[in-house]
T-cell receptor, first 119, second 113 residues
């Protein structure tokens, strides 16, 4: 089963409007973390926001917020007031502990959503 | 400047010719990781390392080796590259393996003929 699912391969949004990018995850571990990254056409990976499984409040970073619904295992990214520079690929990722040894945590990425902002 | 560097940035090689992609970070991070990115598949973790001499397999380790002899370096080794290893490779590092931000290198685009 997919651990991270992003069901929207591509999306359009009008400039200045808000947009929600979906992410659902699958884990049986109570301790995990969820990340969103942005990858513009230049190729670099840019960290946007992080949500820990025990965090009581939804994470926010400027125009980015994470709509964390633990029971539904979803971690949607909300971008408010879209800008042309927001056009990029967006990846949701999950960190889980690796109990096989003490080498740390594994990070699993979803397939990504390409967001295109229309002027 | 805090950064993760990878070399080379672009590489074309032939099947079976051993190659190494270097990764170095100057932030004294403990956690380092390698990913490959393929269209439609997102990023998949190849190997990661929590500290010197501590490494573990990610989701797609077959055909790759890593070593972590020093904290700052985490080279990715392809002993006998094959065309299915043609991909975009990213190295990343973070202070720990928890919720800390992972800093990504600029990527290495590899073509195996």
């Amino acid at each position: 089963a997919q651990k991270i699912t992003q069901t929207q391969p591509g999306m359009f949004v009008q400039e200045k409007e808000a947009v929600t990018l979906d992410c659902t995850y699958d884990t049986s571990d109570p301790s995990y973390g969820l990340f969103w990254y942005k990858q513009p056409s230049s190729g670099e990976m840019i960290f946007l926001i992080y949500q820990g499984s025990y965090d009581q409040q939804n994470a926010t970073e400027g125009r980015y917020s994470l709509n964390f619904q633990k029971a539904r295992k979803s971690a949607n990214l909300v971008i408010s007031a879209s800008q042309l520079g927001d056009s990029a690929m967006y990846f949701c990722a999950m960190r889980e502990p690796n109990w096989r040894n003490n080498a740390g945590n594994m990070l699993t990425f979803g397939g990504g959503t390409r967001l295109m902002v229309k002027p | 400047e805090a950064q993760v560097t990878q070399n080379p940035r672009y590489l074309i090689t032939v099947t079976g010719k051993k190659l190494t992609v270097t990764c170095s970070q100057n932030m004294n991070h403990e956690y380092m990781s390698w990913y490959r990115q393929d269209p439609g598949l997102g990023l998949r973790q190849i190997y990661y390392s929590m500290n010197v001499e501590v490494t573990d397999k990610g989701d797609v380790p077959e055909g790759y080796k890593v070593s972590r002899k020093e904290k700052r370096n985490f080279p990715l080794i392809l002993e006998s590259p094959s065309p299915n290893q043609t991909s975009l490779y990213f190295c990343a590092s973070s202070l720990g393996g928890g919720g800390e931000t992972q800093y990504f290198g600029p990527g290495t685009r590899l073509l195996v003929l």
